[in-house]
């Protein structure tokens, strides 16, 4: 009674059960048997929804986009909202991710986009396997061959522009899981004000005069250059 029903359901049965037989086989699962450990015996999907309806970037901002990111969500998102996906070779979602040629094909991508969204999935990975020094690895590879190679090359030019740096969401290491608090931010470039905040971190966040409850509102002030 827990099958796919409706609408293209037969697809789905099948490739569940054409698994079976596939894991049987599988070397790992017959080293899990001779330990007397479950083996991973089957696909069972779940999860499933509808295609949200959400606005187009270029009609709720006024401006063209991209996205960057080797997570099929947020690729996803950026799909239905109008943004062009862009496939970066080494793109991996894990610690092994080719952190400079995200950069490299953000900023190709701004020579006829207006935006480009860049979403960089190890630190999230190293929150989630409680890894303390891979997930700082992470944040220092993504400030110096991310936010680094992208800010350099701005700084240095007659364009202006505008920058955001920021989490989605927290994920403490000694959690191993998402939580909802607040997250820090820096966003720096025309018509973006300033205070007395020197260093990113929660705490320091906490003090400055720049706070957002929604997220759309971030995104208008990035674009707007206003709150």
Do not use: C
Not at 33 to 46: F, G, R, V
Not at 55 to 84: M, N, Q, R, Y
Not at 155 to 168: A, N, Q, T, Y
Not at 187 to 207: H, L, P, Q, S, W
């Amino acid at each position: 009674k827990n099958l796919p029903k409706g609408k293209g359901k037969d697809v789905l049965v099948k490739l569940m059960e054409d698994s079976k037989p596939a894991l049987a086989a599988h070397e790992l699962n017959k080293v899990r048997i001779d330990l007397k450990e479950n083996p991973a015996n089957m696909i069972w999907l779940w999860g499933q929804g509808t295609k949200p309806n959400m606005p187009k970037f270029k009609d709720k901002f006024g401006v063209t986009g991209s996205v960057i990111s080797a997570v099929d969500l947020v690729k996803g998102i950026g799909k239905i909202i109008g943004l062009e996906p862009i496939d970066v070779p080494g793109a991996t979602g894990y610690y092994d991710t080719d952190y400079k040629a995200k950069a490299d094909y953000a900023l190709k991508s701004l020579e006829d986009k207006d935006f480009v969204y860049v979403h960089v999935e190890a630190p999230d990975e190293a929150g989630h396997n409680g890894d303390l020094r891979a997930k700082l690895a992470a944040i220092e590879s993504f400030d110096k061959l991310v936010v680094g190679t992208i800010l350099n090359k701005f700084k240095h030019g007659s364009e202006p522009f505008r920058i955001l740096v920021m989490p989605d969401h927290p994920t403490p290491i000694s959690l191993r899981t998402h939580t909802s608090d607040a997250v820090p931010l820096a966003m720096f470039g025309k018509d973006i004000g300033t205070d007395d905040v020197k260093v990113f971190t929660e705490n320091a966040a906490r003090a400055s005069k720049l706070s957002f409850k929604k997220g759309s509102d971030i995104m208008e002030y990035l674009i707007k250059g206003k709150k």
